[in-house]
Antibody, heavy 114, light 107 residues
Framework: QVQLQQWGAGLLKPSETLSLICAVYGGPFSGYYWSWIRQPPGKGLEWIGEMNDSGSINYNPSLKSRVTISVDTSKNQFSLKLSSVTAADTAVYYC????????WGQGTMVTVSS | DIQMTQSPSSLSASVGDRVTITCRASQGISNNLAWFQQKPGKAPKSLIYLASRLQSGVPSKFSGSGSGTDFTLTISSLQPEDFATYYCQQYNTYPRTFGQGTKVEIK
């Protein structure tokens, strides 16, 4: 059974860079869509960006200037970097698999506070 | 961006009730729509993709329908474990967008 395991720093100061990794266990990496989604406390879901099955990456325009999604196929991992964070970036961050998402990571709470 | 509007935003229902949630897209998205269930403090769970196809392991009491701009999620007989917040998401166009959520509460 495919599982996504994610990790990264949970407490950041304003202006720092958020960095998260998502590892894929129990299934192939290639041939799927991989994405990052976030959810601020008490609010709805926001799509951050996605790598499709041909390796192209698309970002939410609202975050595009600060976001980088990258892939390490040798490790079956993909990562998220979000630069110059502010309190507005405080959220639970999820990695997912699938264009019509089938699998979610467990989520990582990231808090931005001085 | 495509706006996804869910209705109602919340509803109260009893165990055994049939519940229907609607999701409307601001422009046509074919059948590229997914539904998710989320319980407090948990990651969302995927229920439906391509508007009407059940994800593996999802019970048949959940069903989805629609195409174009109007979609529905139906729970045929509400059970205690179904009280949660439900989200739709379009994946026809970038950026992907979600509905604001529908909270299903116990009456």
């Amino acid at each position: 059974q495919v599982q996504l395991q994610q990790w990264g720093a949970g407490l950041l100061k304003p202006s720092e860079t958020l960095s998260l990794i998502c590892a894929v266990y129990g299934g192939p990496f290639s041939g799927y869509y991989w994405s990052w989604i976030r959810q601020p406390p008490g609010k709805g879901l926001e799509w951050i960006g996605e790598m499709n099955d041909s390796g192209s990456i698309n970002y939410n325009p609202s975050l595009k200037s600060r976001v980088t999604i990258s892939v390490d196929t040798s490790k079956n991992q993909f990562s998220l970097k979000l630069s110059s964070v502010t309190a507005a970036d405080t959220a639970v961050y999820y990695c997912t698999r699938g264009q019509g998402i089938a699998i979610w990571g467990q989520g990582t709470m990231v808090t931005v506070s001085s | 961006d495509i706006q996804m509007t869910q209705s109602p935003s919340s509803l109260s229902a009893s165990v055994g009730d049939r519940v229907t949630i609607t999701c409307r897209a601001s422009q046509g998205i074919s059948n590229n729509l997914a539904w998710f269930q989320q319980k407090p403090g948990k990651a969302p769970k995927s229920l439906i993709y391509l508007a009407s196809r059940l994800q593996s392991g999802v019970p048949s009491k959940f069903s989805g329908s629609g195409s174009g701009t109007d979609f529905t999620l139906t729970i045929s007989s509400l059970q205690p474990e179904d009280f949660a917040t439900y989200y739709c998401q379009q994946y026809n166009t970038y950026p992907r967008t979600f509905g604001q959520g529908t909270k299903v509460e116990i009456k």
